[in-house]
T-cell receptor, first 115, second 112 residues
Framework: EAQVTQNPRYLITVTGKKLTVTCSQN?????MSWYRQDPGLGLRQIYY???????DKGDVPEGYKVSRKEKRNFPLILESPSPNQTSLYFC??????????????FGPGTRLTVT | AQKITQTQPGMFVQEKEAVTLDCTYD???????LFWYKQPSSGEMIFLIY??????QNATEGRYSLNFQKARKSANLVISASQLGDSAMYFC?????????FGDGTTLTVKP
């Protein structure tokens, strides 16, 4: 089944404790992206990747890191999480991200709470 | 910079009627893609419809159609024959060269 998987789905952690949220897709998509969604707001793009080893900042990259060493994986790293990073996080992928793009396939979301 | 504005925080529609969800956008790019996604209360994001900026015909996908007016920079979603299962949050988004911006969404409630 074609899908984007994220782990963990739920995470409660403490301020400053490094964490990684994994994202994996099995559709051989070139483009992957991370978003955060806060109550009452739409999705805001954190980082995106047009292909392996190519990543770029979205609108809200502060406090986050990403890497794209393999085509299928795009982990999101919070080196020193803070309470303002409490949010619902989505990973997405699409065939390509260049030009006018294609529809994105979203993972199920990761609900992160930082205390 | 790209911007999406969805001016209707909440909308109600009677079952079986049509409803239009508004979306206006701002971008300096000549080439871009416009997307609509649905987010039910269960939280997943579901792709509905896509319109390329150079597409001359309005996109349609089943009961969904996109009323694209490029000069006015609007990309309204029309849902025909609303069903109870259409109750959800709807997001308009713009994408170009990997950069993606979403609106704040419209909550649609379908009344029986």
């Amino acid at each position: 089944e074609a899908q984007v998987t994220q782990n963990p789905r739920y995470l409660i952690t403490v301020t400053g404790k490094k964490l990684t949220v994994t994202c994996s897709q099995n559709m051989n998509h070139e483009y992957m992206s991370w978003y955060r969604q806060d109550p009452g707001l739409g999705l805001r793009q954190i980082y995106y990747s047009m292909n392996v080893e190519v990543t770029d900042k979205g609108d809200v990259p502060e406090g986050y890191k990403v890497s794209r060493k393999e085509k299928r994986n795009f982990p999101l790293i919070l080196e020193s999480p803070s309470p303002n990073q409490t949010s619902l996080y989505f990973c997405a992928s699409s065939l390509v991200g260049g030009g006018t793009g294609y529809e994105q396939y979203f993972g199920p979301g990761t609900r992160l709470t930082v205390t | 910079a790209q911007k999406i504005t969805q001016t209707q925080p909440g909308m109600f529609v009677q079952e079986k009627e049509a409803v239009t969800l508004d979306c206006t956008y701002d971008t300096s790019d000549q080439s871009y893609g416009l997307f609509w996604y649905k987010q039910p209360s269960s939280g997943e994001m579901i792709f509905l419809i896509y319109q390329g900026s150079y597409d001359e015909q309005n996109a349609t996908e089943g009961r969904y159609s996109l009323n694209f007016q490029k000069a006015r920079k609007s990309a309204n979603l029309v849902i025909s024959a609303s069903q109870l299962g259409d109750s959800a949050m709807y997001f308009c988004a713009i994408l170009y060269a990997g950069k993606s911006t979403f609106g704040d969404g419209t909550t649609l409630t379908v009344k029986p």
